[in-house]
């Protein structure tokens, strides 16, 4: 192989790389595949399908949740599962969401001003002192 041929190669290995890491595959692991065998990578990259992460990501992404009765994707406002007809929990669509959405760190602070603010803080958040 050329030169030429090696950096045409770098360059192309980019290519299935990209393609294969926007469905939830691994961008390293691809990019020496194509370095490789551009030939076959490139097809290859073009007929996987997206990883299930990925698949949920995007579904998540356009308001999207597994049912909790059939897993089959359903909109997060949906109060009857148009798929296995189940009547979803009340609480569907708040655990839906927390389990889309990454997990928040709760708005607190410590107190800073007296030594008893901080004695009453700390018995009021005991996790925090371990
Ligand atoms: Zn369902």
């Not at 839906?96 to 009453?120: H, L, N, V």
Request: with cysteine; aromatic share 8%.
């Amino acid at each position: 192989m050329t030169f030429a041929g090696i950096v045409a190669a770098l360059i192309l290995g980019f290519i299935p790389a990209t393609i294969a890491s926007k469905k939830g595959r691994d961008f390293m692991t691809w990019y020496i595949y194509g370095f490789l065998l551009f030939i076959v990578a490139l097809p290859h990259s073009l007929i996987i399908s997206k990883t299930e992460d990925q698949k949920l990501k995007d579904a998540s992404a356009s308001g999207r949740v597994p049912c909790p009765f059939c897993k089959e994707l359903i909109h997060i406002d949906a109060v009857v599962c148009p798929h296995c007809q189940r009547d979803l929990p009340a609480d569907f669509k708040e655990k839906a969401m927390a389990s889309c959405a990454p997990p928040e760190e709760p708005q607190r602070k410590k107190p800073s001003a007296s030594m008893k603010g901080q004695i009453e803080w700390a018995k009021n958040h005991p996790e925090d002192n371990k």
